[in-house]
């Protein structure tokens, strides 16, 4: 019906590049056989929406069974590439006015909206995480301290990014530390063991909650560290911590909460702490996601209720809380290597990974998560490379108001004013 619906000149498919060939269908094919990256169209729908530059709702396609894409990832991604029309960024601004953003934002952020979109996330199966994952299942950017040759393994390059974020810290033994958002445990774990610290973490999955229980009794660390099924709004402020951190968390948030999240953190702190937060950033000063349908696909099928901001605007909310901010740094690059490899380590194993995801779900749920997870790993590795969503670390103080009782004069916080100590 569409076929006749739609005009001719809708329907032609956009001149292709020569790696790319498509089937239309009626089962014509355009390009060259031995195309690097095929596009099958079920439905003509489809072809139009290619036309329109709507990748985002090409990539929805793929994942219901409409749209089949043949081809290795990183060679569907550069494709991709060439397939949009003008900047994501750019056209992911949103013409809604400030209000109603932010109206938009309050509403999505409850706690209990934000529960059952953490657990919509992270609760898929922790086997299928692991299988992709490095073995701490540290589910965030690593830290890359050598992009040479032969290139730096996954799991050493996470322990690099654990043992970076607590020096950066400066974590001591005996001191109370906070992690918000603590995953599957590894930083929590690795900040009690190699840094001697009274950790608590807090996530919103029961999934990784009871993971990291069990790893808690499991390395006899019960009287040291904690992990408490909890909403961050809601932990109490009677007893502030030393250090506190919140890693791949904070984009979860909201705009409209920032301030308030900023705001927590800084009660939650004590006098002269440090606090690292670690997230991602949008590319754009304006932009709330992705345009060309690449933030509401991630919206709908990974991450509902993300929001991303630019770091200017998470400086302007940190500091409007009271904190600051004493070293900011730029891992965008890593961010695109760490995805590379969590996509090679799933493309590399299709087949069990939808027998793990079908033994949750049944079959038909299971294809459409790994389609879904096979362009989102893929699709955001290629969008770190572009610049178009980056990755900032933060790190903030709470100031003490003491100029004077400090290694530095006028520190009013245990921060040297030098990065000197996060590379001795």
Known sequence: MIRHLVSDTALRPPQLPSDIALQLPHGQLLGAANARVKLSFSNWSSIARLKAGQIGALAEDYVEGTLQLEGAMRDVMRAVTKLLQGNPVESGTSKWPGWLRRLKSLTAHTPAKDAAQVQFHYDVSDAFYALWLDPRRVYSCAYYRDFADPPMTLARAQEAKLDHICRKLMLQPGERFLDIGAGWGALLLWAAEHYGVNATGITLSKNQHAHVQRLIAQKGLAQ???????????????????????????????????????????????????????????????????????????????????????????????????????????????????????????????????????????????????????????????????????????????PSGDVRNAAIKGAQSVYPFSRDYMYR
Request: charged share 20%.
């Open 224 to 398: 040291r560290v904690r992990i408490e099924l909890r909403d961050y709004r809601d932990l109490a402020e009677d007893q502030p911590f030393d250090k506190i951190s919140s890693i791949g968390m904070f984009e979860h948030v909201g705009q409209a909460n920032m301030s308030a999240y900023f705001g927590k953190i800084m009660r939650l702190l004590a006098p002269g702490g440090l606090v690292l937060n670690h997230g991602i950033t949008a590319g754009g000063l304006e932009n709330r996601q992705l345009g060309a349908g690449l933030g509401d696909f991630i919206s709908k099928y990974i991450f509902p209720g993300g929001e991303l901001l630019h770091i200017s605007a998470v400086l302007a909310h940190l500091a409007r809380a009271g904190l600051e901010m004493v070293d900011t740094e730029n891992l965008r690059p890593h961010y695109a290597r760490t995805l590379w490899d969590w996509s090679d380590a799933l493309e590399a194993q299709l087949a069990e990974a939808r027998q793990l995801l079908a033994a949750d779900g049944g079959a038909a749920r299971a294809e459409k998560t790994l389609r879904a997870y096979r362009l989102y790993l893929a699709g955001s590795a290629m969008s770190f490379e572009e610049g178009w969503i980056s990755l900032h670390q933060l790190l903030a103080a709470r």
